[in-house]
């Protein structure tokens, strides 16, 4: 049975930092690639960020980018986002997620598979900034 589980969201201050983590099982994490979604109440699910599964290639959201950076541990199974410089707007359910599929190539570089391919999710972990 596949399981991820978040860990690490929380309240900060406009301007500080937060780690979250995702702990997979029941799945080969190396053969996955990884991603990030978020969610704030009355919008759409919104792809962040996502890391390929031989940790070369990664892809992040122009809502992110400087700021945020993924990484994973295949050792330990694990998928982190460290989120720097928060803003009020980062304000939102984060979610991680795992897909079989890879990456594609475009002129602007390497992008994401599609949310809709990503077959497991962990259960949501809230991320509150405050101004």
């Known amino acids: 049975q596949v399981q991820l589980v978040e860990s690490g969201g929380g309240s900060v201050q406009a301007g500080g930092s937060l780690r979250v983590s995702c702990t997979a099982s029941g799945l080969r994490f190396d053969d996955y690639t990884w991603g990030w979604f978020r969610q704030a109440p009355g919008n759409e699910r919104e792809q962040i960020s996502c890391?390929?599964?031989?940790?070369?290639?990664?892809y992040y959201a122009d809502s992110v980018v400087g700021r945020f950076t993924i990484s994973r541990d295949n050792a330990k199974n694990t998928l982190y986002l460290q989120m720097n410089d928060l803003k009020p707007e980062d304000t939102a359910q984060y979610y991680c997620?795992?897909?079989?599929?890879?990456?594609?190539?475009?002129?602007?570089?390497?992008?994401?598979?599609?949310?809709?391919?990503?077959?497991?999710w962990g259960q949501g972990t809230q991320v509150t900034v405050s101004s």
């Open positions: 997620a795992a897909t079989q599929r890879e990456g594609s190539w475009s002129s602007s570089g390497w992008r994401c598979p599609e949310g809709s391919k990503f077959t497991d």
């Open positions: 890391i390929s599964w031989n940790r070369v290639t990664t």
